[in-house]
């Protein structure tokens, strides 16, 4: 499955920024494939048009004046209409895990209150030098005005780029916590305050959020994409996923027909 970078969307941008900011209707879109990921961050305001947004295993109406958020690797693909206006951010990983951000949610509607403010921000970032300062400062402002945003631990962001470049591979979370520089009780008490979950729930979270990408996106069996996320066999897997979805693989196929036929 293709990825893109940022450089394969904005072809002239400078590669050391590590981030861009774009007015949506002036950008020329790229031709890309679908299903595809991307591997950097990206927020978009639709000021104005209708659509559909896919991200993952869900269609979101695009309607103005709401702002949609893709995290890396999440698969994606989009049909606007052609009046659709706003503004974008693109910004790659370690700009992420210098200002500390990871999405949570899709997507916010923002309140009518704020738009002028927002507008502005984004008027400055387009014409001001300070830009990552800009960036920064919106991110916050979203995050504390909407809970369904937050910043992320960067040992934590760390960790899931580490599953995620890993996820064929069995890796204990010693090995790990190893390449983390940290204890591996550190990493396992990390995890539960910032998530919830132990550190080998989240790695199992993780895969299962893949297993999902590929069943809906991929055209591999059952046993390929047990194989790719490192279980032992297709039975196990199939037993994994039914454990923590309710689903089994075909049932979920079965969901979520939609979608995967526009794969």
């Not at 896919?54 to 995290?71: A, L, P, Q, W």
């Not at 996923?241 to 079965?254: A, G, R």
Request: aromatic share 14%.
């Amino acid at each position: 499955m293709k990825k893109y970078s940022i450089e394969d969307i904005i072809p002239d941008i400078d590669q050391s920024m590590g981030y861009y900011v774009g007015v949506f209707e002036e950008t020329p879109d790229p031709v890309i494939e679908w299903p595809h990921r991307h591997n950097f961050y990206s927020l978009v305001w639709f000021k104005k048009g209708v659509g559909i947004n896919v991200i993952d295993f869900n269609e979101h109406e695009i309607s103005s004046d709401k702002i949609f958020t893709i995290n890396p690797n999440q698969i994606h693909n989009w049909n606007y209409s052609i009046d659709s206006s706003g503004y974008f951010i693109l910004f790659d990983s370690p700009t992420a895990m210098h200002l500390n951000i990871e999405f949570s949610y899709p997507f916010i509607d923002l309140k009518e209150a704020d738009l002028q403010f927002i507008d502005e921000i984004f008027k400055r970032m387009l014409t001001g030098n300070n830009q990552l300062s800009a960036i920064s400062y919106l991110v916050s402002l979203l995050i504390s005005s909407e809970t369904r945003y937050y910043h992320s631990n960067h040992i934590i962001s760390e960790f899931k780029n580490l599953i995620s470049g890993n996820l064929d591979k069995n890796l204990s979370i010693e090995q790990y916590a190893d390449k983390l520089g940290i204890a591996a009780g550190t990493l396992n008490q990390t995890c539960k305050i910032d998530t919830g979950l132990t550190a080998k729930q989240l790695q199992l979270e993780l895969k299962i959020t893949e297993a999902k990408r590929l069943l809906l996106y991929a055209d591999f069996n059952y046993s390929e994409i047990a194989f790719k996320l490192g279980f032992e066999d297709s039975s196990y897997f199939s037993r994994i996923f039914k454990k923590k979805t309710d689903l089994s693989p075909t049932e979920f196929l079965e969901k979520y027909p939609k979608i995967r036929k526009k794969s």
